[in-house]
């Protein structure tokens, strides 16, 4: 069975610092991962996606994740924290092997706060 | 390029009323999904459709209904609505295992 664990419900930087925002998976199976992020009363947009390429992986507004197999890990990180990047974030395993829910699992979500 | 299209995007229900919620892709997904979105939990998955004429339950399916109408609209029945539905319902599709793509949500509110 698979899991995702997203080991911070929210996380506090200030405008211009660094952005880490951690997740943890298990799979049986060679996965591929996602991150999504929800702004304020809006739907979930896809920031970006490993799907067994190049384990670097670059997504719009500056964000990156880096598959680290060894480690079971996907941390998405951001150079530098705007404002608008104040939001809901999920981090999401697909199985690509089927099985429940067509493969999909979601991590609980973890919320960016920017201090100006 | 419409994607995921939900409609209402908002609704107020009295408890016991009735009501669905339409949902329409239009990227030829064969998979469609919906989620409830709640404070403190994340998404929740109701049911999913992984191909025309196939529905499947998810996480929290009761109290609801799901009709794979055709291959690009995927409907959400409230039969007789409870306070505790009270939520931000998002219609998912996609192609094999790639990844979703989400409409903006409708937001219920049962009285």
């Known amino acids: 069975a698979q899991s995702v664990t997203q080991l911070d419900s929210h996380v506090s930087v200030s405008e211009g610092t660094p952005v880490l925002l951690r997740c943890n998976y298990s799979s049986s199976y060679s996965p591929s991962l996602f991150w999504y992020v929800q702004h304020p009363n809006k739907g979930l947009q896809l920031l970006l996606k490993y799907t067994s390429a190049a384990t670097l992986v670059k997504g719009i507004n500056g964000f990156e994740a880096e598959f680290k197999k060894s480690e079971t890990s996907f941390h998405l990180t951001k150079p530098s924290a705007h404002m608008s990047d104040a939001a809901e974030y999920f981090c999401v395993v697909s199985e690509n092997s089927g099985g429940g829910a067509d493969g999909l699992t979601f991590g609980k979500g973890t919320h960016l706060i920017i201090q100006p | 390029n419409a994607g995921v299209t939900q409609t209402p995007k908002f609704q107020v229900l009295k408890t016991g009323q009735s009501m669905t919620l339409q949902c329409a892709q239009d990227m030829n997904h064969n998979s469609m999904y919906w989620y409830r979105q709640d404070p403190g939990m994340g998404l929740r998955l109701i049911y999913y459709?992984?191909?025309?004429?196939?529905?499947d339950k998810g996480e929290v399916p009761n109290g609801y209904n799901v009709s794979r109408l055709n291959k690009r609209e995927f409907s959400l029945r409230l039969e007789s609505a409870a306070p505790s539905q009270t939520s931000v319902y998002f219609c998912?599709?996609?192609?094999?295992?790639?990844?979703?793509?989400f409409g903006d949500g409708t937001r219920l509110s049962i009285l």
């Open positions: 459709s992984a191909s025309e004429g196939t529905t």
């Open positions: 998912a599709s996609r192609e094999y295992w790639m990844p979703q793509h």
